[in-house]
């Protein structure tokens, strides 16, 4: 279906530059697209590139800061895996404005997201300075790690453990990503 309608996907791809195109009218503007597979002209531009957007839009420089956020697979015990026992909403585990967690849990298998503060107060500078203003995902800060399970154990303290049952089996990895911010 996309194809008839004009629609192609480029991925891994990345856009290197937007251009106007030299057939570009002010009634009929075009743009040219350069990526690393080629060149795509097309009337319309959608930018979708979060943290990235001012390295194509240079007039963007310091409006939007990436920022490096890290994530934690949390494996629960299997009774709180099973459908009757999940946590029913997405939580914020919120302590001021910009300290804060935030708590999924995937209905397919049980298994829990935990977010990174990046307001963490008393934080190192060292891990500020590798998380903002970083658009380097390659990195899992082992600080912002332990900081977010033991504020994820203290949220929980009394109720991690429920009728002699424990919540969690654990911490299995974490991963991250770049945010726009």
């Known amino acids: 279906m996309a194809k008839e309608i004009g629609l192609q ?35 319309i531009v959608v930018y979708a590139s979060n943290a990235h957007t001012a390295t194509l839009l240079p007039q963007l420089q310091g409006l939007i800061t990436p920022t490096r956020a890290q994530a934690h697979k949390l494996i629960p015990t299997p009774p709180f895996a099973s459908a009757n026992r999940m ?28 977010g990174t ?19 380097d995902d390659s990195v899992v800060s082992k600080e912002l790690e332990a900081d977010a399970l033991k504020a994820f154990e203290s ?20 991963w991250t990503g770049v945010l726009g911010e």
């Open 9 to 43: 996907l480029y991925t891994g791809s990345p856009v290197t530059a937007v251009t106007t195109a030299p057939t570009s009218t002010p009634t009929s503007p075009l743009y040219e697209i350069h990526t690393s597979r080629g060149n795509v002209r097309t009337p």
């Open 87 to 114: 946590l029913t909403h997405t939580y914020s585990l919120r302590f001021s404005l910009k300290h804060f967690y935030s708590l999924i849990q995937r209905k397919s298998d049980g298994t829990m997201v935990l």
């Open 117 to 135: 503060s990046r307001g963490i107060p008393g934080l190192q500078d060292i891990i500020h300075k590798q998380v903002e203003g970083v658009k």
């Open 155 to 174: 949220v929980w303290e009394g109720e991690w453990e429920k009728d002699g049952v424990k919540l969690g089996e654990g911490h299995e990895y974490g």
